[in-house]
């Protein structure tokens, strides 16, 4: 898995396509903030909050983002992937990004991932050359393929190849779970539900660079390696409770908090 995640990003990245791609509108593009917040999705902020519409990340995309697949209700918001026409793709499906960047501190989300082969749930950080900046990101993926194990990785100037597999009690997509982690200068610490799951401290696999926060649900015809071969089932659908920032040295901002009980 390690290794043809890595290829395919080497392969990416030769092509000059990220998986954000360098055509991302001037609008997505923000501003270090690095104040602690918590999402709970009672509204939608577009204030806060900027919604993908109209384009894609690349060709190994299937779906254009649109803003009608975005919903906020009940307390949650979900991001929705179905048919629909635009351009050329036959596929609409869901992103939403802060307009701000943070650093280090506690990223976390409560979330329930889509079903189905070849789709791609995402709670990630991510900055890049429409920035004018090097390529960092820091990943959760959820591959529908098999909702029993989420995918942590991190890219660093462009560089990933650092994926590593967790199980999901239950599996990711029956019901809401919590994915965490926690970005210091000299570590990098992932949590599933609670508990320590993956820990980086060598410095070289810990990205720098100030990073906006991003929840996609996304499909492919053509990475079958990763993500699997793709076959339409109606439509799929991410749902997400909660998402929080807590800045480095800020007090836990809910009782169920990874922050809460960090050394």
Not at 73 to 83: D, K, P, R, V
Request: proline letters at 3%.
């Amino acid at each position: 898995m390690t290794t043809i995640a890595h290829k395919i990003a080497a392969a990416i990245s030769i092509l000059g396509l990220s998986f954000l791609s360098a055509a991302m509108p001037a609008a997505a593009q923000g501003t270090l903030n690095n104040k602690s917040f918590v999402e709970n999705f009672d509204s939608f902020d577009r204030s806060f909050w900027y919604v993908a519409d109209g384009w894609a990340n690349g060709s190994h995309q299937n779906c254009t983002w649109s803003k009608k697949q975005i919903d906020t209700a009940g307390g949650t918001l979900t991001l929705n992937f179905s048919e629909g026409q635009s351009k050329d793709r036959k596929f609409l499906c869901g992103e939403v990004q802060t307009k701000s960047r943070y650093l280090y501190g506690t990223y976390e989300v409560r979330m329930k991932a889509a079903t189905g082969s070849g789709l791609n749930s995402a709670f990630f950080t991510y900055i890049g050359p429409t920035d004018k900046k090097p390529w960092d990101e820091i990943d959760f993926e959820v591959l529908g393929k098999n909702t029993n194990q989420v995918q942590v990785n991190q890219y660093i100037n462009g560089k990933g190849g650092n994926e590593k597999l967790i199980p999901v009690a239950g599996g990711a997509d029956q019901g809401f779970n919590d994915y965490a982690f926690v970005w210091e200068k000299d570590r990098l610490r992932y949590f599933v539900n609670g508990k320590l799951v993956h820990e980086v401290t060598d410095p070289s696999k810990i990205p720098t660079n100030d990073q906006k926060i991003m929840l996609s649900l996304w499909g492919t015809d053509t990475l079958k390696d990763w993500m699997g071969r793709f076959s339409y089932q109606g439509q799929a659908s991410m749902v997400i409770d909660r998402v929080s920032f807590t800045a480095q040295g800020d007090a836990c901002q809910f009782p169920e908090s990874v922050a809460c009980n960090l050394d």
